[in-house]
């Protein structure tokens, strides 16, 4: 009984078993399906949420291949001649497929279609000729030989003196111009290169994201970009071969050129200095000169000296600086002044006239002269004598009263002039006076011998103190030159004139100021003879007879002036 029970406990507990095994199994299936159903939802979620990310990147890819396609045709010279060139390819095919398509329906029947075809096709081939004709010359062998080609480098100027250096630097710049031409190009010819190969990722992610028909086109595009770029990489090796030998040329013809210029600057600053140096030591000497040294002449001439020794000595150090040379310099100066005497006589003998003056002595600044030159006379004093001419400024004197009638001009003597002219010099080596005289006439029947002491005092008198001036002088240059008389005294002189007894009147008077004089002691001798009643004035006079016979002279008997009548006036 117990077993039986046993047996049946057990079969319970197995069909309890497979009961909760069978409904078990029944759930795994529903299990794995929402499984799947939930991993399916995923899965089209996921795959719409990078469609559209796709998309917006793609997008972004175009925009940056268009931006460098914009780049390559507007900012490059190298990408238009390329496409230039390719251009010049296409239409060079385009012509020898249309020679092919001539060929062959001129092979067959000359129907009308035929010849339709033959005519247009000829015509579209001319106009191709006409079009490779433009681009023949420049793209038939290397387009890019122009670009290639460095720029020329012209002879380096030659700096041998101070103007040169300009020239000099400007023909640096021009070639520091040309070089950053070049690098530019060069650079630029790069830059095309990165961009083709940007392009190129861009155009190879394009292809794995993009669908098979746009993914075609970007294939043929990638196949031009890449051409290109193999197109480019040789020209850039060889781009970058020729600038390193042209960069190296241009220091090779900048180096002299530095040197040179380097060069002359210091020399052009140690001449600087040298007259810099003879600046401040005339300058010095003409203050000294000007402050320790009252004789306004004396100050002129030395002044003047000095200008000429800073001249001399400025000449000299430039030709010591820049001429290399010195006994080839002077010979040939010797012959060029050979050929300058002959050629300009007149300049050489007025720089022959100066040295005669100025170390001569003969004339100096502020004497009062005079010149005579073909009949005309010139007096006045000498305001400047240069290395070609004397400059005289003329003055009111006796000359212009009686002759000229005109005065205060600027006289420009030649200095040649001493050689072939008189010259007077009326203030020589400090002698300021010169002897004038005034004439006047006294009848026969006059005191003469009174009037003429009157007028020797009334010289006296008024040219007292020029005729001390003058006996001081006198005695000085007496050791330069002979004189046996050096009377100042005033001298009266009487003389027979056929209308009278001609007194004169001589005096030493102002060299610059003779007029004065003469005007002051005139008018004290009309006063003196107002003043005596037993002087008279004789000057000529006609008689004319009216309704009477003039006197007549016997045939043998000549003209006598004493026969003419004088006029006595009395005040």
């Known amino acids: 009984m117990s077993r039986y029970r046993l047996r049946l406990l057990s079969l319970f507990f197995i069909a309890t078993l497979v009961v909760f095994a069978s409904n078990d199994v029944t759930q795994i299936p529903h299990l794995e399906q929402n499984t799947t159903n939930q991993t399916s939802n995923q899965d089209v979620n996921a795959n719409i949420e990078p469609a559209s990310s796709n998309t917006e990147y793609i997008q972004e890819l175009i925009a940056q291949k268009e931006n460098i396609n914009k780049e390559l045709n507007e900012n490059s010279v190298w990408y238009k001649v390329y496409s230039n060139y390719n251009t010049y390819r296409d239409l060079m095919t385009k012509k020898d497929i249309l020679s092919n398509e001539i060929s062959s329906l001129l092979s067959k029947k000359q129907t009308l279609s035929v010849q339709a075809q033959l005519e247009e096709l000829g015509k579209e081939k001319d106009t191709i000729k006409e079009k490779i004709q433009l681009l023949y010359n420049e793209y038939k062998d290397d387009p890019f ?50 961009n083709l190969e940007k392009k190129q990722d861009i155009l190879g992610e394009l292809i794995e994201l993009s669908t098979p028909e746009n993914a075609a086109t970007y294939k043929e595009e990638l196949e031009s970009t890449t051409l290109q770029v193999q197109t480019f990489l040789p020209v850039l090796d060889i781009f970058k071969t020729t600038y390193d030998v042209y960069e190296k040329k241009l220091e090779e013809v900048k180096s002299p050129v530095d040197s040179a210029i380097k060069k002359e600057l210091e020399k052009l600053i140690s001449i600087g200095g040298v007259v810099l140096f003879f600046l401040v030591l005339i300058i010095g000497l003409k203050y000294l000169v000007k402050r320790y040294m009252s004789d306004t002449e004396r100050f002129y001439t030395i002044n003047k000296a000095l200008n000429i020794t800073f001249i001399v000595l400025i000449l000299f150090t430039m030709l010591s600086a820049y001429i290399e040379n010195v006994s080839y310099f002077v010979t040939v100066i010797g012959f060029a002044s050979a050929g300058i005497a002959i050629a300009m006589k007149d300049w050489f003998m007025s720089l022959m006239g100066w040295f005669v003056i100025i170390f001569g002595g003969a004339i100096r600044v502020g004497d009062r002269v005079k010149f005579i030159k073909n009949g005309a006379v010139y007096v006045g004093d000498i305001v400047d004598i240069s290395l070609l001419r004397i400059t005289l400024h003329e003055d009111i ?42 004439d006047f006439l006294v009848t026969f029947d006059s005191n003469y011998k009174k009037a003429a002491e009157l007028s020797k005092q009334i010289a006296k008198k008024y040219s007292k103190g020029y005729t001390d001036i003058t006996k001081k002088r006198l005695n000085k240059i007496r050791s330069h030159y002979s004189m046996k008389s050096i009377n100042v005294e005033p001298r009266i002189f009487t003389f027979i004139e056929p209308y009278g007894v001609k007194i004169s009147v001589w005096y030493h008077t102002n060299s610059f100021a003779t007029l004065t004089l003469r005007s002051t002691i005139s008018s004290e001798i009309l006063t003196m003879i107002e003043e005596n009643d037993d002087i008279f004035i004789a000057y000529p006079t006609q008689s004319v007879y009216v309704d009477k016979h003039s006197p007549q002279l016997t045939s043998h008997e000549p003209f006598d002036p004493a026969h003419m009548e004088q006029k006595e006036v009395k005040s």
């Open 145 to 194: 030989r122009k670009l290639l080609t460095p720029p020329e480098i012209e002879q380096a100027p030659s700096v041998g003196n101070p103007f040169a250096i300009l020239s000099g630097v400007s023909y640096k710049k021009k070639l520091d111009s040309d070089r950053l031409e070049y690098k530019n190009k060069y650079q630029s010819l790069e830059n095309i290169i990165i």
């Open 397 to 438: 004197t006796l000359t212009t009263y009686m002759s000229n009638r005109r005065s205060g001009r600027i006289i420009f003597i030649p200095n040649n002039y001493v050689f072939t002219d008189m010259i007077a010099n009326y203030s020589h080596d400090g002698l300021s006076t010169v002897w004038d005289g005034i």
